[in-house]
């Protein structure tokens, strides 16, 4: 089966450790996003990469790093700068970055600091 | 910037009854309209996708209309149950490929 995965469901971090998030597409798609969500609204986008070995800042970068080293595998690291980091974290594909292409989801992960 | 207001944040129906959500975004280029349904603590689910150059989509008992020249999109259930209850996400694809959300319509339909 084509899709997305996110691993794991859920994950919990004390204050001050990195964390790595993981998304794996098999759908073939160029483009990766990762998103994060806060209870009562809606998704805002922390980074995306448009093709293997690049990617850019979202509106809400801060205290996260990415990679995109594989074509189908971009993870998301949650270090000890981002102040708020507990959130639902999901991660999209689509078949290009450009423009007008629909956005896939994976079913998503919960982050808790402790 | 484009911004997505829902409206209104959360309502409660009995069932059978039609469920009206509306969705409005400040910037009319946009490349497509996508609707998503969220059930707690889940993914997100897509439910319609609406071209900019469509008026309308319809699957099954779900319907929903796109005026881009006035920012505007609803969506409609009919007949509504109670397997509908969950958060209904708008969604518009603009610029570089870029979606912007709005905050959600959290749907509870009473038995």
């Known amino acids: 089966d084509g899709g997305i995965t996110q691993s794991p469901k859920y994950l919990f971090r004390k204050e001050g450790q990195n964390v790595t998030l993981s998304c794996e597409q098999n759908l073939n798609h160029d483009a990766m996003y990762w998103y994060r969500q806060d209870p009562g609204q809606g998704l805002r986008l922390i980074y995306y990469?448009?093709?293997?070995?690049?990617?850019q800042k979202g509106d809400i970068a801060e205290g996260y790093s990415v990679s995109r080293e594989k074509k189908e595998s971009f993870p998301l690291t949650v270090t000890s700068a981002q102040k708020n980091p507990t959130a639902f974290y999901l991660c999209?594909?689509?078949?290009?970055?450009?423009?007008?292409?629909?956005?896939?989801f994976g079913p998503g992960t919960r982050l808790t600091v402790l | 910037k484009q911004e997505v207001t829902q409206i209104p944040a959360a309502l409660s129906v009995p069932e059978g009854e039609n469920l009206v959500l509306n969705c409005s975004f400040t910037?009319?280029?946009?490349?497509?309209l996508q609707w998503f349904r969220q059930d707690p603590g889940k993914g997100l689910t897509s439910l319609l996708l609406?071209?900019?150059?469509?008026r309308e989509q319809t699957s099954g008992r779900l319907n929903a209309s796109l005026d881009k020249s006035s920012g505007r999109s609803t969506l409609y259930i009919a007949a509504s149950q109670p397997g509908d209850s969950a958060t209904y996400l708008c969604a518009v694809l603009y610029g570089n490929n870029r979606l912007a959300f709005g905050k959600g319509n959290q749907v509870v339909v009473i038995p």
């Open positions: 999209a594909s689509s078949i290009s970055g450009l423009e007008g292409n629909e956005q896939f």
């Open positions: 609406i071209q900019s150059s469509q």
């Open positions: 910037d009319s280029a946009i490349y497509n």
């Open positions: 990469s448009q093709i293997v070995n690049d990617f």
